[in-house]
């Protein structure tokens, strides 16, 4: 461990060897890098060694994805030598921003649900709380997003590379996974994938607590094949189970590939935790908890029975009392379409001995249900499995012993909508947790000039205990303390424009209102509404010459699924959209559309903390929470949004005035679909502005004719737009004519701003994962005797 830029500096110089010509960033951050694993793995070593002599209850955290970005600087931040490596480099004429873009971004993720898993585990680390990730080692990631001639184009993702990352290999720790044979046991029928661990570290505050996310890599296995199998083909698919995030499930190979991966996740995790005990398998509840995150993982219930009681010799009674004590499970969705299902005959299939387990679980389930008075329809709805159907949400609820949705609203709406009888069946275990981001990413890390400031307004402390950000209230009208911000505001949109400037080459004003919507692709979230008001703002400068706004940029960014046509033709509306509008003479000096290609978390750290407004418009009702909108706020972004999610607490704490609300509430919404009384074409009627939008839309003339808009017709039109993009669009609008109003008067602009930074402490995941251990898990924090030295 160094101290000091001089002790830094010596030992770099020390262990860089002499580089070839271009070798030198790469080379430097390598040696950098081997400096910190040597610091984290002496702590990680320790962290372990604490672990197993406390006894201490471990939390391990399913997740099929975990989108932790890059770790370089994240780690020398927390080992609090950021800056001391930094202007040491600086010294050496080395940049240090320069070294940490030689990071790959690991391809773990795709948006909030992997986002949410990276920032719990950060949040664990730094309490020092006992708990780890377990997910896939993914080599191809998700895909890398390219844009060609307005259309997104996928790629693999390259992040695997020698020497670049951070996770270790665990040889010695490989299980086996059984695939295909049958309800009886007969290795020889049985299909074996090798599961190879590959561990990287999470490190808290100065590497006094190193706890693990484990990732597994799926190989060929030295046990025999199946006499019918033919080995080529199986070491392909073998391969495949660890390749790709979110393979295409369109087709049955697709279908069956994901259920590869969640099976190969859960039963390599249930393995590693079951056999690698060293205490009585009775002991699980009390020294192990199971998150599963969403469904994905919820076959975790139905394996961990079959090792209690094939593995471990346990009966059943003694076996579900056992699971349903360990697992507990968060539903991140609203929208059926999201709760997953299973086709009973893959099941049957692929994993036929879990398949049996699911079978009498749903079979005991169903008796205990006949004992009492349930009706037919709420009999059919908490079913297990029903028409051939195993549905994941319901084998997540009865297999576990606690359920919470992530935002207040969204869990009302499933205990008296979406998961209802359940609730009433099982009202003990509902429970809400409303999401947290961590704040040492997106603020400390992503935002240090405004991390400065509140420093020098408020002392450090709250780095350490975020809701202490609410001390900033009392700098809400202080005029001083608004320039400054608005200084550190302007700084992050210059450093945004060079981020960007090599990805688009249109010119971006730094002085215009920086209006940012970045989440994945779909129809909920509304990106549609989007560019139809920017078309709409567009329309209206060219027909009246008097209308010239303040300068707005407009940012786009986020994946759509490789399947999801929908969202693919928005991409390309976005981008013909740009095209005409950017190279307007006259409109681009007022309007600008900027797409950043590829959204990732180092993107992220760029983009929130440049926004002057952060656009949460998803349909009242369908976002689960969100947690773009807690960065964004975090960094002084005022929230265009519904009153969906977590945007309804985000307002509760800084109050209707500091946020620009509009459309339908949750409640109009559903009421809406319950009683299927919404016609889109009554608000096309109503509003020859909207009428002519759409028409000119649905001619393809709003894209030059370029590309087929069936897709978004079809939404629109034919489905009757099931995420009331029209019903919306005009209180859209209005709230857009109030964000320029507020804007003309500064000071009460940054007022806002500074509301909105002093209330987002509470939401902390620090603040989530403290409610997490006192109230599901049951985790005490384990402190090293060293740790006030260190500390």
Known sequence: MFYSKEEFKQEFIKRLPQAEEGESLQQAYTVIGAMLKEMIEEDWLRTAELYKQSEAKQLYYFSIEFLIGRLFGQNLHSYSIYGIVKEGLQELGILLEELEEQEPEPGLGNGGLGRLAACFLDSLAALHFPGHGYGIRYKGGLFTQRIENGFQAEYPTEWIMENANWDVRREDMAVEVPFYGGVQYNPADIEWVKAVPYDMPIAGEMGNTVNTLRLWQAEVSERPLPAFRDFEEYAVETAAISDRLYPNDALVAGKLLRLKQQYFLCSA?????????????????????????????????????????????????????????????????????????????????????????????????????????????????????????????????????????????????????????????????????????SHRRWLIKANPELTALINESIGEEWQTKPILLNDLNKFVLDRSFHEALRAVKQMKKNQLIRHVSSMWESPIDPDSIFDIHIKRFHGYKRQLMNILHVQSLYDRMKEDSTYRPHPRTFFFGGKAAPGYEFAKQVIKLIHSVAAKINSDAV????????????????????MFPAADVSEQISTASKEASGTGNMKFMMNGAITVGTLDGANVEIVEHVGKENAFIFGQHASQIMLLEKQKTYQAYEELEQSAELNRLVDRLLRGELSAGVENIDYIRKQLVDLNDPYFVLKDFHSYAEAHEKVLAAYANQSKWQEMAVRNIAESGIFSSDRTIEQYAEEVWHLQKVFGEEYKVKG
Do not use: C
């Not at 379409?337 to 079978?359: C, G, N, T």
């Open 587 to 606: 409109a681009k000096r007022h309007i600008h559309v900027v797409f950043a290609e590829n959204y990732n978390v180092s993107h992220g750290e760029k």
């Open 269 to 437: 995790s249930l393995q590693s935790i079951v056999k690698g005990r060293d205490f009585s398998v009775r002991q699980l509840p009390s020294r192990v908890a199971i998150q599963i995150n969403d469904t994905h993982p919820a076959i975790a219930i139905p394996e961990l029975m079959r090792l209690l009681m094939d593995e471990e010799e346990l009966e059943w009674e003694e076996a579900w009392n056992i699971t349903t004590r360990t697992i507990s499970y968060t539903n991140h969705t609203i929208l059926g379409e999201a709760m997953e299902k299973w086709d009973s005959h893959l099941l049957a299939a692929l994993v036929p001995r879990v398949y049996e387990i699911i079978q009498e679980i749903d079979r005991r389930f169903k008796a205990q249900l006949k004992q009492g008075a349930i009706k037919e329809e709420a009999f059919k709805k908490m079913s297990i499995i029903d028409d051939g159907v195993v549905k994941m949400a319901a084998l997540a609820v009865v297999g576990s012993y606690k359920v919470n949705g992530v935002a207040q609203l969204h869990t009302d709406i499933l205990k008296n909508r979406e998961m209802k009888e359940l609730y009433q069946q099982f009202p003990e275990k509902f429970h809400n947790k409303t999401n947290g981001i």
